[in-house]
């Protein structure tokens, strides 16, 4: 009995599936409108954003009102005597309102403020910008998690049933005397082996599901396949330099933290700046009236008379118990701390790119590799299968070859997934990464 075990595996993977099925694109669009984790840095990029228009409004002109009505009584103002004798004449009454412009003419620490908040936002924006990227690629990994689940259940239910059927066809040979007890517990042990894998491939299919629907908040339903003909393309260019070079110019990482650098030497000016005087204009207007009322009705002029103040405040710093020389120290601490930073994500995306690059280029190799792997071992299994029944082949020989062409194709699923994926990484990395390339990926399913 002959098992091309490749093709069982393919039968049984596309008889789960229909002629339909969702695509990488839809998978996109829901994570787009329902991932949580690209809503909260849409979120944090507004908050931030928001730091903008609180900062530039100290420098604008602030108006304010303010009214005052008090009572007071008892005080020996308030008495006068009749016939020598004390008459309590009432209340003391007061009533102040005003209005107050006031404008900041010169203060550099809120004009410091004001650009580093700026600064900020232009870091919050750019790693919006990194998570957007990087949806791209969390999505096309979980999507092709999903395909990878698959094909190892049905790699596994294949394996499962060619050795339920070597461990029949031993029991068979046995009970008419044409091999040894020993090929049936040597089939029994990797057919009940084989029983254990389809379930663990099942539970990790069931979790790879779960991973993708996390993403995009719907169930998964059938995806459509990766097709036969990859195109094994390499990068270009086909230098590893000039990628290094493009990300380091591009990653969204890369320029937040150069953002946050120049917050960071803002907020030192602004420190610096606690030294210096501060100039502020104000123009005031209010009225203010005072009457003493008895139990008899009122008396004195109720209606104030109103008055203008304008004045220009000069406020120089002089000593503030050393807090001022304290905030310019942490402050420069903070930007040392931010460059330290720029320099640890320059590093680490200059690895990743010269990482994905050189797996994109091993993983053309990879596929090539383990698709001629898969052949040889539907070959080689062919021959062992014949060969045992001839005689030439013990029931461990043919165990074994069952084994490895699993393993060859197991391997040829993982590793053209995996080129998809790093090819994406390495855009990713460059920060050249945009909705073409999903489409892209997109195309090469059926």
Do not use: C
Request: aromatic fraction near 6%; charged fraction near 20%.
């Amino acid at each position: 009995m002959r098992l091309k075990l490749l093709t069982l595996a393919l039968a049984l993977s596309a008889t789960s599936l229909p002629g339909h099925g969702e695509d990488l694109m839809d998978a996109y669009r829901q994570a787009r409108a329902n991932d949580p984790v690209l809503a909260q840095a849409e979120a944090t990029r507004l908050s931030v954003g928001e730091g903008v228009t609180q900062t530039r409004a100290l420098l604008l002109p602030q108006l304010s009102g303010r009214a005052t009505f008090s009572q007071s009584s008892g005080s020996s103002a308030q008495t006068t005597t009749l016939g020598g004798a004390p008459i309590n004449a009432g209340h003391l009454r007061s009533r102040d309102e005003s209005l107050e412009l006031s404008q900041t003419i010169l203060d550099l620490s809120k004009i410091a403020d004001l650009h580093a908040a700026e600064s900020q936002s232009d870091s919050q924006n750019a790693q919006y910008n990194a998570s957007l990227q990087e949806l791209f690629v969390r999505v096309t990994a979980a999507y092709f998690g999903v395909l990878t689940s698959q094909d190892e259940l049905a790699y596994a239910k294949a394996n499962e049933d060619a050795f339920r059927q070597s461990y029949e066809q031993a029991e068979q040979r046995f009970n008419v005397g044409l091999s040894a007890v020993t090929d049936v517990y040597q089939a029994k042990s990797y057919y009940e082996l084989a029983k254990a894998q389809t379930v663990a491939a099942n539970n990790a299919l069931n979790d790879a599901r779960e991973a993708l629907a996390q993403i995009t908040g719907k169930p998964v339903g059938n995806l459509k396949q990766l097709r036969d003909d990859l195109p094994m393309v390499a990068p270009k260019p086909a230098d590893p330099n000039a990628w290094v070079s493009e990300a380091l110019k591009n990653n969204p990482n890369v320029a937040a933290q150069q953002y946050n650098v120049e917050a960071a030497s803002h907020s030192v000016n602004s420190a610096r700046a606690g030294h210096l005087p501060t100039i502020n204009a104000s123009v005031s207007r209010g009225t203010s009236a005072n009457w003493l009322e008895n139990m008899g009705g009122a008396f004195a002029d109720r209606n104030g008379r109103y008055g203008t103040t304008v004045g220009i405040t000069l406020t120089v710093p002089i000593f503030s118990g050393f807090a001022t020389q304290s905030r310019v120290r942490q402050s420069i601490y903070q930007r040392d701390a931010a460059e330290d930073s720029l320099e640890a994500q320059r590093r680490q995306v200059t690895r990743d790119t010269l990482n994905f690059y050189r797996s994109v280029i091993a993983g053309i190799s990879q596929v090539e590799a383990n698709k001629a792997s898969v052949e040889s071992g539907q070959k080689a299994l062919e021959a062992t299968r014949a060969g045992f029944d001839v005689g030439t082949q013990t029931m461990l020989n043919v165990l074994n070859a069952i084994q490895t062409l699993t393993q060859a194709e197991s391997s040829y699923s993982q590793s053209r997934h995996a080129l998809i994926l790093d090819q994406l990484q390495l855009k990713q990395a460059a920060g050249t990464i945009d909705i073409k390339d999903i489409e892209a990926v997109n195309s090469l399913l059926e």
